[in-house]
Nanobody, 121 residues
Framework: VQLVESGGGLVQAGGSLRLSCAAS????????MGWFRQAPGKEREFVGT????????SYADFAKGRFNVSRDNDKNTLTLQMNSLKPEDTAVYYC???????????????WGRGTQVTVSS
């Protein structure tokens, strides 16, 4: 199983980024998918999740109204659209595959290596 994130980079506060996660080696539409992030010196935290068919979407409070999770099961791709970015969004962002679309990390069996997002003030 491989999950490969891309799309990270440096952006100014107020800007947008679109992260992608390309999945291979698994039946993509059989897994719920999640996004998580880890800022320097902090624990990894939940960002958002989406069910197998594209429903059951939920977000962390900080992501509501700014971030959007979507998936394309034909292309085995997960996406995180991030708008109105803030310096506190700076982190490594990870995608993960699991059985159910929940915020708890322990329910996700497969993880990518992450992509760095840096938001400058």
């Amino acid at each position: 199983v491989q999950l490969v994130e891309s799309g990270g980079g440096l952006v100014q506060a107020g800007g947008s980024l679109r992260l992608s996660c390309a999945a291979s080696g698994l039946r993509f539409n059989a897994y719920a998918m999640g996004w998580f992030r880890q800022a320097p010196g902090k624990e990894r935290e939940f960002v958002g999740t989406i069910g197998r068919g594209g429903g059951s979407i939920s977000y962390a409070d900080f992501a509501k109204g700014r971030f959007n999770v979507s998936r394309d099961n034909d292309k085995n791709t997960l996406t995180l659209q991030m708008n109105s970015l803030k310096p506190e969004d700076t982190a490594v962002y990870y995608c993960a595959a699991g059985g159910v679309p929940v915020s708890s990390q322990r329910h996700y069996a497969y993880w990518g290596r992450g992509t760095q997002v840096t938001v400058s003030s």
